[in-house]
Structure formats: structure tokens, C-alpha cells
């Protein structure tokens, strides 16, 4: 089939167009990177330099496509609210448009579960669960309201998919774990609440499973919302020492009061917003949350409805990333 897939130059579309390739699919690779570009090109997938927020090279990108896998995002923990509405939302319209003119047969849209985060202890939390009254940051706002815009498509017949998946990691994984690694060897791993926190992770390749299981599924998933992660929930602390075990580093951690650290985290960003400088504080209040507080979701959906078997567990995939870290650096 003709797939397009935006946000192919960052960590889960690369994975997820490389995939489709060796699937036998015409992959079109849209994205903004042109380092990252080159190198899906150079495995011979087609490659589409493209800003979601210009709407006539989005919407001209979906034409002839048969499926479309809507990666491309704003994801960071820091940023103008301009920025991640622009790409969030602007973007996901331009990429609606563009299929609903198209005539694409269906969209698989990647959403976040950081839309449920309020700053609270949740478990094992499904698709149907409330949302806050307040989005916990600019990030879950924009994709909340993309997912809006998502719904109200499908409604006028759109065909699509929404997945939700949470903490991806792996190999080529440039967010998470060196964020761990880097305040590791600072000595400054915030540890809030002793890494008690549960938390869910998603190793990039069942994500991509997920995402291509989307792709398959019959009719009756069209509209459907899905939380992915590996279904191993598990206290952020175990994960911490079995990395840094596998890494053979220590790791040097700073044991945080949930209370003290929140307030520290608004401090911190005070002083960013009158300095102007655009950059992102040591601690924000949204990574305190993200560190000190539990959130697991219910995978059940997905196992049921979509088929969803995660094949590589957290510590396999940890072992995986450990070695591949190990040969970008030798």
C-alpha cells in the first residue's frame, strides 16, 4: 500500500517508516530533519521534507496515499504555546484536510496519555476515564485538542485511529533515558518520593506493532481510542537501577520531598520566563509530576479489540538500548 507517515525524522515515525519498508508498503517519509532524511532515504524509503504547519505541502502530501500514520508532534516539556498549538493542532488539521480531500482510507493518529495527567496518583486508567478540567501543560492541551478535531473528523467520515502510547524508548531514543543519563552524571536525578512512582513504558517496536496492528484492524476499530504500553507497570526506581546496571554506571541520584520539588520546579521557571531565553529549567512542574506521581493505563482495549501483544519486555528492551548506547559511544 501507499503509506504516508509524518514525523518519520523523529523517534517513532523513523522506527515505524523503516518497518512499513520492510513490510513491502511505499513508504512516503515526511518530516523536518534532514540528517534523519537522508538516512531513510538511503534505505530507500522516499523522503518528504514537510512542516505540518504549512498547510498546502501537508495537504498535497497526503494526495495518492492510501493510509496515513499522523506521528508528526510538538513533544517536549518546555516550549511557547504558540509553538505546540502550531504544531499540534494546526498541523493535525492541515493533515485532515489533506486526507479528507485526498481520499485517504484511513488515518491512524498518534495522541499522548499525558491528556489524563492531573498531578494526582491514577492506575490502571482506560480510554474512557475523565480528563482534568485543566490540561497539565501546553504539550497535553494541544494534543487534546487535536484528538477534538480527530473526533469531529471521523464523524463527518473520516476514517481513523487514535493511539495513545506512553514513554517510548529504545535504540535511537534521544529524549528520555539520556535525559536520565545526563542529570545521572550531573549527580542531580531528582529521586521524588524515593522513585516510588509506578509508572508505564513503551518499547518502541511494540508501539510500532500497535500502530501497524491499526492499520489492519477491522471497521468496527474506526473512531476508536487505544492506550499502548508494554503492560508491565513498575516503580520508576527499579527501572533506574536495572538501567544504570546495565549501562555499568552508577547512578547518582537527589532524593526530592514531592512539596520541595514542585516548588523548586516553579521557581525555576519563573526565573526561565524573565530571562527570556527560551530555555528549558533544570525542573519544570510538569517532569516533578511526571517523576513523582503514578500513572498506569489499562491496555485491555488494545489487547482485545486491536490484537496487541507487547513481544519485547521493559528489561529486554533495556538491554537493547544499554547496547546500543554503548556502540554510539565506544
Known amino acids: 500500500m501507499k503509506v504516508l507517515v509524518t514525523g518519520a525524522t523523529g523517534f517513532l515515525g523513523k522506527h515505524l517508516a523503516v518497518a512499513l519498508h520492510k513490510l513491502g508498503h511505499e513508504v512516503t517519509a515526511a518530516g523536518r530533519n534532514a540528517q534523519a532524511g537522508a538516512e531513510l532515504a538511503a534505505q530507500g524509503i522516499a523522503f518528504l521534507p514537510c512542516r505540518l504547519e504549512d498547510t498546502a505541502q501537508t495537504v498535497r502530501s497526503c494526495f495518492g ?25 494546526t498541523g493535525t488539521r492541515n493533515v485532515i484536510k489533506g486526507c479528507t480531500e485526498g481520499g485517504v482510507q484511513r488515518l491512524i493518529y498518534v495522541s499522548t496519555p499525558s491528556i489524563y495527567f492531573d498531578y494526582t496518583d491514577r ?16 504539550y497535553a ?15 463527518l467520515g473520516l476514517a481513523v485511529v487514535t493511539v495513545r502510547p506512553r514513554a517510548i524508548f529504545g535504540p535511537g531514543d534521544r529524549a528520555i533515558v539520556p535525559r536520565l543519563i545526563e542529570a545521572s552524571r550531573q549527580g542531580k536525578l531528582p529521586l521524588i518520593r524515593g522513585g516510588r512512582a509506578v509508572l ?17 484492524a477491522p471497521s468496527s476499530v474506526l473512531g476508536r481510542k487505544y492506550n499502548v504500553t508494554n503492560g508491565e507497570p513498575q516503580p520508576f526506581i527499579e527501572v533506574l537501577n536495572y538501567l544504570f546496571e546495565r549501562l ?6 537527589r532524593k526530592l520531598p514531592y512539596r ?14 524573565l530571562s527570556g531565553s527560551g530555555k528549558e529549567p533544570l525542573l519544570t512542574r510538569y517532569s516533578v509530576g511526571l517523576l513523582g506521581r503514578s500513572q498506569t493505563l489499562d491496555i485491555t482495549a488494545a ?6 501483544r507487547p513481544q519485547v519486555t521493559v528489561k529486554e528492551g533495556i538491554d537493547a538500548y544499554a547496547a546500543w548506547y554503548r556502540r554510539q559511544h565506544d
Request: a negative charge; proline letters at 2%.
Open 65 to 89: 496515499q492510501d493510509i496515513v500514520f499522523h506521528c508528526g508532534a510538538l513533544s517536549s516539556l518546555w516550549g511557547s504555546y504558540n509553538d505546540f498549538y502550531e504544531s499540534n493542532v
Open 123 to 138: 492506575l490502571s486508567i482506560a480510554e474512557s476515564a475523565r480528563l482534568p478540567r485543566r490540561a497539565a501543560n501546553a
Open 200 to 216: 508505564d513504558l513503551t518499547y518502541v517496536d511494540n508501539a510500532v506493532q500497535a500502530l501497524l496492528l491499526c492499520m489492519t
Open 248 to 253: 555499568g554506571e552508577p547512578l547518582r541520584s
Open 303 to 308: 489487547r482485545e479489540e486491536l490484537g496487541y
Open 260 to 273: 520541595a520539588a514542585y516548588a523548586l520546579a516553579g521557581l525555576l521557571e519563573a526565573a526561565a520566563k
Open 141 to 155: 492541551e494541544t494534543k487534546r485538542l487535536a484528538e477534538q478535531d480527530i473526533d469531529a473528523a471521523f464523524r
